[in-house]
């Protein structure tokens, strides 16, 4: 079953590099992205974990705890950190989840379509998880998904951007345009009259009647 955009974000209780994580307790009233890669000790992999490191202040900044997941074991993820700290250049702080027994793998749906085939022809790189991103918000309920195969590292900037626009747009009746960007203007929901966007937002850009643009209140 897949994890949907609006879904609860599935809840579990899994052993990290931080200790006993219990997911929605871990979560408080922050942002969340959780991500999954194949394997520790790969190359893709020890890149993405340094993007990630590096942007630690980022995150933080923005309200945003930060967990890795791989099939793993802690003793595997601890000794793979230091690796991420040498080619990222700073420490890897966040969590990274063992998930040998690949709970978490399941519930988020993060392993590839090989893994549900019949086991005659399985090999142990069927059970590795695919590169899979959640932001899900302090409500718990998922925001953005993503996934790229394992032959495709992720674009962290990317990640942040779309953090930034889901946070731009929770609760209030805007959108985000195509590479949007902080700072820039954001679209009206149809949903509010033109009227009355006038009257909370300011001046509008109007650029068709249905495509209308607001600064953003800050
Ligand atoms: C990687 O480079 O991250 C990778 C390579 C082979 C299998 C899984 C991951």
Request: glycine residues 6%; aromatic residues 10%.
């Amino acid at each position: 079953m897949s994890v949907r955009i609006n879904d609860i974000a599935p809840d579990f209780t899994a052993e990290s590099t931080a200790g006993t994580i219990r997911f929605h307790d871990w979560l408080g009233g922050s942002y969340a992205i959780i991500f999954s890669h194949p394997r520790d000790f790969t190359p893709v992999c020890t890149t993405e974990f340094g993007a990630v490191a590096q942007l630690a202040g980022e995150f933080a900044k923005r309200n945003t705890k930060v967990i890795g997941v791989s099939v793993d074991s802690v003793a595997d993820h601890e000794k793979w950190k230091r690796d991420i700290e040498a080619f990222g250049g700073a420490p890897a702080e966040f969590p990274i989840i063992d998930d040998t027994s690949l709970t978490v793998a399941k519930a988020y749906d993060m392993l590839p379509a090989e893994y549900y085939l019949p086991t005659e022809g399985r090999t142990p790189a069927n059970t590795a998880t695919v590169r899979t991103v959640y932001i899900v918000g302090p409500d718990k309920k998922v925001r953005l998904t993503m996934t790229y195969p394992m032959s495709v590292g992720r674009n962290f900037a990317e990640i942040l951007r779309a953090l930034d626009a889901v946070q731009a747009t929770d609760g209030v009746p805007f959108a985000t345009p195509a590479n949007w960007v902080p700072g820039q203007d954001v679209i009206v929901a149809l949903s509010v009259p033109t009227d009355e966007a006038r009257a909370k937002y300011g001046e509008l850009d109007i650029k068709l009647p249905y495509l209308r643009f607001a600064k953003r209140p800050v």
